[in-house]
């Protein structure tokens, strides 16, 4: 399906020609004006009748667009570094609010928590769901290809950094992306339920990046390489600790000679 974004030319059978003004990807939602009105009109994708200007209609129910951006960055991602980029990281993690996923690209040493930040190479799936763009230039429904020119053309000394080998990340990043895209998304967070206990040796959380798809169920994926260097030891629950109650508790069982 066409990119759904302002400025997005649409047909309604009953008010003719309109533009989108405003869109939400998550509700379907969007806000259009048409001719020469003045105001805008809410109309709903799942229900009223709205094709592209071309005639094509527009199945949000049944062919939802991706309401977060991670999937066609790590596309990206992944040619950069078959091209020799691949000093070149993508961290996702989620909102307070758990609605939305924040995504972070950077660039040189790979060090998950000190990460370097460079205007326009991080962003939220808040800001995509109603401007489905990156924000460096690029175009709503942007190929992978056009995607990587864009962000070239944007900051050519920050994707410069990029360029070096880190094969084991390389690695690590292209099973990934054959388990989860076109679909699917990971995340670098540890999700725990309130008042649940630690999970040992947790799989790295994997999200849809639209409605309408099933939860995944392929390999689990490791974190990535360095991960694991962020703590002493191995991520395991703790050993429980000794408890010394009293001297009772001491002697108990001890027999006299």
Known sequence: MKALAPGTVIFHRHRGYGVITAVNLLTGWIAARFGSESRTLDLNLSTDDVQFADGEAILFRRAPPDRMPHARLMAMVRELHAAGYQKLYLYAWPKASGLHWRWHLFTGARDWMQRPWREGWYGSGADYNVNPVMGWGDTPGASTGELIDALARFDPQGLAQALGRDEDHTAW?????????????????????????????????????????????????????????????????????????????????????
Request: hydrophobic fraction near 40%; glycine fraction near 8%; proline fraction near 18%.
């Open 173 to 257: 990043f292209a099973r990934v992306c054959e388990h989860l895209l076109p679909n699917y998304m990971y995340s670098l967070d540890m999700p725990r339920e309130p008042g649940a206990p630690l999970q040992e040796k947790p799989p790295v959380p994997v999200v849809a990046v639209r409605a309408g798809l099933p939860a995944y169920a392929g390999p689990a994926i490791d974190w990535p390489p360095g991960w694991s260097g962020l703590w002493l030891h191995e991520h395991v629950l703790p050993a429980p600790a000794i408890r010394i109650t009293g001297e009772a508790e001491l002697v108990k069982g001890y027999q006299p000679p």
